[in-house]
């Protein structure tokens, strides 16, 4: 005997009366409802109004919740929220549309890889085919300008990519941000938990604060940068706010050393590579290599 199926209502699709949303609606539903055999006409249009938001539930909120009703309202959706021409006319609109990344994120390119193939697909379903060529070059003029050039570097002379190789470099790009995100904060957190006393230390202070002083006594004045606190380089609000070729050639004028913003003369630095290219400098120093060539 099939075993009755019982869907927790969280898990259904939602439609609220938005054209571009009905055929990816009426799918779902059919698939997971309307054509299940085990489920009563009842039972169906219980699921099919616990769905329905805004216009679409205004719409049936009127029906009794009978056996003989469930076609009647199930029917009644796609002849107030269909029309193949404004379907089409909506998807084409977003597709010129599509978010513009104006900064370098994992989470804006998916964003736009998934929100294509998704109005691509809602096409489809429609009968309407794009031009590949055409879809790519929406796509290019939506890049960040480091993006752009990233993809640039991959593509062949006198060769047009296919629009999947897009697809797959966007979400590479993203994962490889992600990565540097994470990276980046996890250098955070353990630089601040290096920097934090443990209790087994607080007998230590002292030493630590005369070493400190000592420090400082050695170099002549404080803070390197703004000569009036005792604090390191890479808390100090007028070194951070330099721009990136300010700070670098302010810690050359200080005699810091570039991988820990510290003066240590001679001696070899063990402080942790920078988080983001893993090169010995710091990552309050570190400098793109787009940047880098434009510099050159």
């Known amino acids: 005997m099939k075993q009755r199926i019982n869907i927790p209502e969280s898990f259904l699709p939602k439609f609220s009366g938005k054209y571009e949303d009905w055929l990816s609606f009426k799918d779902a ?86 929100e294509t193939q998704q109005r691509l697909e809602s096409l489809k379903t429609s009968e309407v085919n794009l031009n590949e060529e055409i879809v790519m070059q929406i796509l290019e003029e939506e890049l960040h300008k480091l993006t752009a050039e990233k993809w640039e570097e991959i593509l062949k002379r006198d060769t047009f990519s296919k629009l999947e190789e897009m697809f797959e470099f966007l979400y590479k790009a993203a994962s490889r941000l992600s990565q540097r995100d994470r990276d980046k904060a996890e250098h955070i957190i353990q630089t601040s938990a ?3 006393p443990s209790p087994q230390s607080n007998n230590k202070n002292n030493s630590r604060k005369t070493t400190r002083q000592a420090f400082f006594s050695k170099t002549g004045k404080s803070c390197p940068i703004c000569i009036k606190n005792q604090h390191p380089v890479y808390r100090c609000d007028k070194f951070c706010s330099l721009s990136l070729p300010r700070r670098i050639q302010a810690a050359k004028d200080s ?42």
Request: net charge positive; charged share 25%; with cysteine.
């Open 29 to 114: 539903f059919s698939s997971m409802i309307h054509n299940q055999s085990d489920l009563n006409n009842i039972e169906k249009l219980q699921y099919l109004k616990s769905t329905v938001t805004g216009e679409a539930e205004n719409k049936i909120k009127q029906i009794s919740i009978t056996g003989g009703n469930s076609n009647r309202a199930w029917n009644l959706l796609p002849s107030a929220f269909f029309d193949k021409r404004l379907v089409i006319s909506r998807h084409l609109s977003l597709l010129l549309r599509l978010p513009v990344q104006e900064k370098e994120s994992s989470e804006g390119l998916r964003r736009l890889a998934d």
């Open 194 to 196: 290096s920097m934090k």
């Open 255 to 296: 005699s810091l050393c570039l991988n820990c913003l510290r003066i240590h003369g001679d001696k070899s630095c063990n402080f942790k590579k920078c988080p983001v290219c893993e090169e010995h400098h710091s990552a309050l120093l570190h400098m793109p290599k787009e940047q880098i060539m434009r510099n050159d």
